[in-house]
T-cell receptor
Framework: DQQVKQNSPSLSVQEGRISILNCDYT??????FLWYKKYPAEGPTFLIS???IKDKNEDGRFTVFLNKSAKHLSLHIVPSQPGDSAVYFC????WGGGADGLTFGKGTHLIIQP | NAGVTQTPKFQVLKTGQSMTLQCAQD?????MSWYRQDPGMGLRLIHY???????DQGEVPNGYNVSRSTTEDFPLRLLSAAPSQTSVYFC?????????????FGDGTRLSIL
């Protein structure tokens, strides 16, 4: 059973507009959600995270919103730029008790159109 | 600053062969982990280590062994390669002092089993 769901395999957005990437989860026992960005032939790079005790975190053009009652989070990119074209992974972290690791969604391929 | 270095970048094996994927980090991170990514899938955790001498299984550990004799290195061993192990493998590391420290990924090893 997939614990982190990214239901949109791809998303096309015009340059300068807002990109909204969505993520749903089933397990309520988490500490943090983390978004990663991945270019082809490279490893994922950390983008932004949000704690379970918050409902919003902002870093420059990137904002993540968490709705715990709906078990949903979203990543907003404003304004979208050509360099934002990449695959975005939603993940949550398991830490403590000797455990460590991330559970990832399948990713959303964001394409920024000029 | 090299970060997380994975070698080799590409490898083709025959079924039944063994090999070791190398991973080294120069950031003095306590935590290291291995993930695999299959087409259209998110990354899945294979094994992880919370410190030298300590390893544990992740979501998909079967067919893989790990060891952590030093802080810097975390090799992944395939004892008898199978076609189902054809994948892209990513090594990651992170600081252990706070729960939300993001993982830093290497650029991956593309492994094909014939």
């Amino acid at each position: 059973d997939q614990q982190v769901k990214q239901n949109s395999p791809s998303l096309s957005v015009q340059e300068g507009r807002i990109s909204i990437l969505n993520c749903d989860y089933t397990n309520s026992m988490f500490d943090y959600f983390l978004w990663y960005k991945k270019y082809p032939a490279e490893g994922p790079t950390f983008l932004i995270s949000i704690s379970s005790i918050k409902d919003k975190n902002e870093d420059g053009r990137f904002t993540v919103f968490l709705n715990k009652s709906a078990k949903h989070l979203s990543l907003h990119i404003v304004p979208s730029q050509p360099g934002d074209s990449a695959v975005y992974f939603c993940s949550y972290g398991r830490w403590g008790g000797g455990a460590d690791g991330l559970t990832f969604g399948k990713g959303t391929h964001l394409i920024i159109q000029p | 600053n090299a970060g997380v270095t994975q070698t080799p970048k590409f490898q083709v094996l025959k079924t039944g062969q063994s090999m070791t994927l190398q991973c080294a980090q120069d950031m003095n991170h306590e935590y290291m982990s291995w993930y695999r990514q299959d087409p259209g899938m998110g990354l899945r955790l294979i094994h992880y280590s919370v410190g030298a001498g300590i390893t544990d299984q992740g979501e998909v550990p079967n067919g893989y062994n790990v060891s952590r004799s030093t802080t810097e290195d975390f090799p992944l061993r395939l004892l008898s390669a199978a076609p189902s192990q054809t994948s892209v493998y990513f090594c990651a590391s992170r600081r252990g002092d706070k729960a939300n420290q993001p993982q830093h990924f290497g650029d991956g090893t593309r492994l094909s089993i014939l």
